[in-house]
């Protein structure tokens, strides 16, 4: 789940949301790792330090 997170954030920034799992985007909401705003997802503080770390193990 942690090492997905980063192509789900690349599609939500591409707004093809739509092509996120529904049972992915109940894992991240219940994780506090996504939200809902205004009727979309958005990537919480945690959902963004989650994100960074992943970015940053895979570089290492």
Not at 50 to 55: F, G, H, I, P, R
Request: hydrophobic share 40%; aromatic share 4%; glycine share 6%.
């Amino acid at each position: 789940m942690k090492r997905a997170l980063p192509a789900t954030v690349e599609l939500l920034q591409s707004r093809q949301a739509d092509r996120i799992d529904d049972n992915d985007i109940d894992a991240y909401v219940s994780l506090n790792w996504l939200e809902w705003h205004g009727g979309g997802l958005r990537l919480t503080i945690t959902g963004r330090n989650v994100c960074a770390q992943s970015v940053s193990t895979a570089l290492a």
